[in-house]
């Protein structure tokens, strides 16, 4: 499956955004999903995770409150609406699919997108 990132850019402390992942190329429905994030000289964490078809949704402690995942099965699509941007958000985000829902609660995943930059100032 391929997965396509969007939705992300530059903005300010305490702006939202919202990322989308498009997927094409297997069945969506079967694939649990996950968004991770890399900043520069860090390593890639885990932000949010949510089962095949939407019902459990999981958060590293960095997004509760602010973030949630979402996702549309009908249009092939993940999302990620982020509230109250903080600098130490900015950073490339990532989705990931895996049929294995343990996988991406782990911070695994079969497929990766290619990230979208978000870049929060101050």
């Known amino acids: 499956v391929q997965l396509v990132e969007s939705g992300g850019g530059l903005v300010q402390a305490g702006s939202s955004l919202r990322l989308s992942c498009t997927a094409s190329?297997?069945?969506?429905?079967?694939?649990?999903m996950a968004w991770f994030r890399q900043a520069p000289g860090k390593e890639r964490e885990f932000v949010a995770g949510v089962d095949w078809n939407g019902e459990r949704t999981f958060y590293a402690d960095s997004g509760k409150g602010r973030f949630a995942i979402s996702r549309d099965n009908a249009k092939n699509t993940l999302y990620l609406q982020m509230n109250s941007l903080k600098t130490e958000d900015t950073a490339v985000y990532y989705c990931?699919?895996?049929?294995?829902?343990?996988?991406?609660?782990?911070?695994?995943?079969?497929?990766w997108g290619q990230g979208t930059q978000v870049t929060v100032s101050s």
């Open positions: 190329g297997g069945t969506f429905s079967s694939y649990a």
């Open positions: 990931a699919a895996d049929t294995n829902l343990r996988t991406v609660q782990l911070g695994g995943g079969d497929y």
